[in-house]
């Protein structure tokens, strides 16, 4: 590749981003790393990563040897990503921002910048891979199938897949901090960072509570068994076992359930509790990567969350419902705002919102769609 063509790469200060730039300087690009910064610090807590990232990023390029330029996107983040969290919160779902600050910030507002400042391509320290076939782009797993983000990244389209670049694809963890330390960068065994998108690690409640009002409640069984008080709908999601104050003998209690209108936080005892299960599932903004199959259903494997094992299931249209999910074998706590992402295989096929958990697999019996996804 000619060093005339000119890659900006987007560095965290993370060991991941450091050895894509590595990676792509040793390929002959014509590297520039670029610093995002997307949150404006709160000092009322003191919390200032984002200048410990800020330093991580220089020294990397020190030793690199490459430029390095800074950006601010808290407005952008503010207005795309942080709103609609705040929004979804308010609704009592539990949205993965992570997805949108992709979607919205990291490739979007990054391309955008990179494309005015002359590059060519962009790339992350992201684990995922892309390629052209027939001409379409494909969004791929990474080999790494621990650190793969492809969950987090379905939301892109044609235009920011055509001009990234995933450095990382054809490598684990382990190695990627073997080349790291071999090439002397000083973040090669630096902790990698959770916590919101951007945000960082903080106590959740306390840094919510700064921007909604939460509203307290009771807290019941199905069948209307009050167990205690909630501290507002927004804290919890499905599944969760901790935080809830709920003791006794027997099995640990777990959310099932919320009604919004009533402000109601339903609990069940047991980890397989039935009502932690459903068959299927109703979702919302379905994004197809490579465009919309021409025949639905369509057969796949599908997560419902990051760490989820594939899923055999069917997607398919509903004239009055949008597009539904069915598997063929029961989910445990399928999480309304949250995303599902469809697989074929190493392909990423794409994802949405999911609006609702549906006990029972409509228009097509389980014995059925086990069938149907064995035929196929």
């Not at 450091?18 to 000092?43: P, S």
Request: glycine letters at 10%; a neutral charge.
């Amino acid at each position: 590749m000619s060093g005339t063509t000119r890659v900006i790469v987007g560095l965290s200060g993370g060991v991941d981003s450091a050895v894509a730039a590595l990676l792509l300087k040793r390929q002959g690009y014509d590297v520039t790393g670029l610093f995002m910064k997307n949150w404006e610090d709160d000092d009322r807590d003191g919390h200032c990563a984002a200048e410990e990232d800020l330093r991580e990023a220089r020294h990397v390029c020190d030793v690199l040897q490459i430029p390095l330029s800074t950006v601010n996107f808290a407005t952008e983040y503010w207005d795309h990503v942080f709103s609609s969290f705040l929004t979804e919160l308010r609704a009592g779902r539990t949205p993965n921002p992570d997805v949108l600050c992709n979607k919205e910030i990291k490739f979007k507002a990054f391309l955008e910048h990179a494309t005015m400042l002359g590059a060519r391509y962009i790339a992350t320290g992201h684990y995922a891979g892309v390629a052209e076939f027939n001409g379409t782009y494909r969004l791929l797993r990474a080999r790494d199938r621990d650190k793969d983000q492809t969950y987090f990244l379905h939301a892109l389209g044609q235009k920011e897949l055509a001009r990234t670049l995933f450095p990382l694809a054809n490598l684990t963890k382990t190695e990627v901090r073997t080349i790291a330390r071999q090439a002397g960068l000083p973040n090669h065994a630096r902790k990698d960072s959770t916590g919101i998108c951007f945000i960082g690690e903080r106590n959740f409640r306390q840094f919510i509570a700064r921007y909604l009002t939460a509203q307290p409640g009771t807290m019941t069984t199905l069948e209307g068994e009050v167990k205690g008080r909630h501290d507002g709908l927004m804290f919890y999601t499905i599944g969760q076992r901790h935080g809830l104050g709920v003791g006794g003998p027997g099995d640990a209690w777990y959310v099932v359930g919320k009604d919004i209108g009533r402000n109601i936080l339903y609990v069940e005892q047991g980890v397989n509790h039935p009502a932690l299960y459903a068959c299927g599932l109703k979702m919302e903004s379905m994004h197809w990567i490579s465009g919309k199959p021409a025949v639905l259903p369509l057969t796949c494997q599908a997560k419902t969350r990051y760490r989820q094992a594939d899923q055999d299931c069917v997607i398919r249209d509903m004239p009055e419902e949008g597009v539904r999910v069915d598997f063929a074998v029961a989910q445990r706590a399928i999480t309304p705002g949250q995303s599902a992402v469809f697989y074929r295989e190493e392909v990423c096929l794409g994802g949405g919102i999911i609006l609702a958990a549906s006990p029972k697999a409509e228009s097509l019996p389980e014995t059925q769609l086990s069938h149907t996804l064995r035929s196929h």
